[in-house]
């Protein structure tokens, strides 16, 4: 079997084998459901991306896959971090990423949030004026500068899932185009604050270029407004990310991300005699290849399509239900087999929507194969849940051909965590 771009993956006796360790049997060991993430694949992907952007910072974006071994490896590699919360904080800081290379993001952010990030020392992107002046006083309470800077809206519409897209006029996210200049012009009156940068991000998982060049002008445009009209120079252009990857067909690469943004950049920075830094927060690219999730089929039944039971569902990767994405479906332990049946992959949760894959070719399945759900290291164990009374899966992290547990599977007792029985129910 040729797994083409997914050079990690491998075949050894039928059965499914990643950075050399085959599946079945790490399956057979740990039970399934099951993450498996490949070390060296999270560490290349972060060094490809990286080498594609010499001079820029590049800053993991924590929300994709926050467990503290990702963050840690990443940290060894010299990422920085964008986190969207204080737990992403606590977690980007404990796995020793350096707070100065951390950017704090957030829509809705608590006091609490602001205090931490004060406490902290990282900057802060600020996403509305309401939150500049809590910052603001926040940290002049705390006799501290933070250093920020404010996520703007470019209004770029990049063809995404319209859930995953950010920088349309009518997101959520950022300051309106047209309220950019009065921002900056507030908060240079503040104290607590030092302007230091601006950024964006436009959505995720773009597969064309593009809105990327659109973005970078438009970033572009601000940073000359800004100079011009505000004698700003700021230290950091954050273009946030959402390079998507290829989880069927092709996705531009960090190279191809690189050739349209940064002739932008360099053309714009040289003409208007700045040295800003560039950031990038890649999330997916990162680690969303460097993961497959592993499940056991408990059924296979024909109705109106033939349906594949399997002890994953949308518990345990969102993805297909939320936004129908699509995802590779593997029986792990029949490689080799010829496709010649048609299934339909469905999760064990009550509910008409939990199914993974629709009407995917693969070799005659039974019960107690091996399925392996190809891309889901990014928003994978992230978006899990523990609805329909499901504790979540173990993960296995492969490095070199060895495989280490870095999560425990849940416990019964781990779904009533927090929970008690008042009283009178005693
Ligand atoms: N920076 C900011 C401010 C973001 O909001 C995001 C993602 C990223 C960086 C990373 O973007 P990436 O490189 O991963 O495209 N759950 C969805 C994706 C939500 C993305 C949210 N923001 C999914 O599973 O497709």
């Known amino acids: 079997m040729d797994f083409g771009r997914r050079d990690h993956l491998g075949a050894k006796n039928g059965h499914l084998t990643i950075d050399g360790a085959d599946v079945v049997d790490l399956a057979r060991q740990h039970g399934t459901p099951l993450y498996v993430i490949d070390e060296g694949r999270i560490r290349n992907n ?58 704090f993001n957030g829509n809705s952010k608590t006091d609490a949030e602001l205090r931490m990030a004060c406490e902290t020392n990282v900057r802060v992107s600020v996403d509305s004026l309401d939150e500049l002046r809590a910052l603001a006083r926040i940290a002049s309470e705390a ?96 273009i946030g990310s959402g390079l998507g990857i290829p989880y069927a067909g092709t996705a531009p690469t960090p190279i191809d991300l690189a050739n349209t943004v940064l002739p932008i950049f360099n053309a714009r920075s040289r003409a208007l005699d700045i040295r800003s830094k560039l950031i990038l927060e890649p999330g997916r690219y990162i680690v969303g290849d460097a993961a497959i999730l592993l499940c056991t089929v408990n059924t296979v039944k024909e109705a109106h399509s033939t349906f594949v039971g399997v002890d994953a569902g949308f518990n345990l990767l969102l993805r297909p239900t939320l936004y129908e994405s699509w995802h590779e ?94 009283p009178h129910l005693l």
């Open 46 to 103: 972060y060094r490809r991306f990286a080498a594609a952007f010499p001079d820029a910072d590049v800053y993991y974006a924590v929300k994709a896959n926050g467990h503290i071994a990702v963050l840690r490896m990443l940290a060894q590699e010299g990422a920085g971090a964008d986190v969207f919360s204080d737990g992403e904080l606590y977690a980007a800081l404990l796995a020793g990423i350096p707070p100065e290379r951390i950017l």
């Open 329 to 422: 479906v593997i029986v792990a332990n029949k490689l080799g087999k010829t496709s010649d049946h048609v299934y339909t992959i469905a999760g064990p949760i009550c509910e008409s929507g939990d199914i993974l894959a629709r009407d995917r070719r693969l070799p005659r399945v039974e019960k107690g194969d091996l399925i392996a759900i190809l891309d889901a290291g990014a928003y994978g164990f992230a978006m899990s849940s523990q609805y329909n009374g499901r504790p979540r899966a173990s993960e296995v992290l492969v490095n070199k051909g060895e495989a280490e547990i870095i999560r425990r599977r849940e416990s019964y007792g781990d779904l009533l965590t927090g929970q008690n029985i008042p």
């Open 143 to 238: 006799n501290k500068e933070v250093e920020i800077a404010f996520r703007v809206n470019p209004d770029v519409s990049p063809a995404t899932h319209p859930k995953i897209a950010t920088g349309l006029v009518q997101s959520k996210f950022g300051i309106p185009h047209h309220q950019v200049l009065a921002s900056y012009v507030e908060a240079l009156s503040l104290e607590g604050v030092r302007l230091a940068g601006i950024h964006c991000h436009i959505g995720s998982q773009i597969l064309e270029l593009s809105p990327f060049a659109e973005m970078m002008t438009r970033m572009m445009d601000l940073v000359e407004a800004l100079k011009n009209e505000l004698k700003l120079e700021l230290d950091f252009i954050d």
